[in-house]
């Protein structure tokens, strides 16, 4: 509308004739259509990737449970630790029953023995596009889930090697992962304070949580807490395809980043 009127606006005072003005007319309204097209595209644009984020989001969800339930059967029976992992990340997720009865489904799904194991994960990695951080969370979220009996089943290690594998991550990879994993789930259990053997083993753990020695100068530290800080930022997460359900889990383990961070930057302080 705006472009007709100022088209003919400027026509007729450049031209100083009616001819001018109509001109002026058609040009402003070819603007009119031009700028409603591209309105139209970026309207169309931001809704295409909307529904591509809640795809995503909901791939992961249905992954996360489905795999947990296949990782948990994988050795003959699963126990009631492994379920009552299952039963508890649903809760921590404050999961509306709709969503709470989609997870129970997924996990039951993921038992069974006609499960397709790599065609979910190859879903859920196509939705992901790349995005190594969120790939990462899926994979930790497996081996605590896996952890849940207190020991890695082989069973269980072998689907999970599977995983890592379609995820993009390699053995060693895994066995990165499974290390720093295992000494959070110390870290985050034991809590601060207590004798000096125990305060030496939270520092022990709070080590291989960062991935790094404890012969590591500050430095090292720093810049281990920083890489792992951005990789499991929950907003970053979130924004790149984690469900928001799954904030929390986030917000946990990025809570027990800094802790770690934190009592060892203590320690070196005190020496």
Request: aromatic share 8%; proline share 2%; hydrophobic share 45%.
């Amino acid at each position: 509308m705006w472009g007709k009127l100022l088209g003919g606006f400027f026509g007729y005072m450049i031209a100083h004739h009616i001819i001018g003005a109509l001109i002026g007319i058609w040009l402003g309204h070819k603007l009119d259509r031009a700028v409603g097209q591209s309105g139209q595209f970026r309207a169309s644009l931001l809704k295409a990737a909307k529904q591509s984020a809640q795809r995503q989001q909901q791939l992961f969800f249905h992954a996360t449970f489905s795999v947990m339930g296949h990782i948990a059967k994988a050795k003959g029976r699963v126990t009631e630790a492994e379920i009552g992992v299952a039963t508890l990340l649903m809760e921590r997720l404050n999961l509306d029953a709709a969503h709470k009865q989609a997870a129970q489904e997924a996990f039951r799904q993921g038992k069974q023995g006609d499960f397709p194991l790599e065609q979910t994960l190859a879903e859920f990695v196509e939705s992901c596009r790349g995005r190594t951080n969120v790939l990462q969370m899926f994979l930790e979220i497996q081996l605590q889930a896996a952890f849940a009996d207190g020991e890695l089943h082989p069973n269980e290690l072998a689907v999970l090697e599977r995983v890592a594998q379609a995820l993009g991550f390699s053995p060693q990879d895994l066995t990165r992962l499974t290390s720093m994993l295992e000494a959070e789930i110390k870290f985050h259990r034991q809590g601060h304070g207590g004798s000096r053997a125990n305060r030496q083993q939270q520092l022990s753990d709070a080590y291989q949580l960062l991935g790094v020695t404890e012969s590591a100068n500050m430095a090292e530290v720093k810049k281990a807490y920083r890489k792992l800080m951005n990789q499991h930022h929950p907003d970053k997460l979130v924004a790149k395809g984690l469900p928001p359900e799954m904030m929390a889990m986030a917000k946990e383990k990025a809570q027990d980043i800094q802790q770690a961070y934190e009592l060892i930057k203590k320690m070196k302080e005190a020496a």
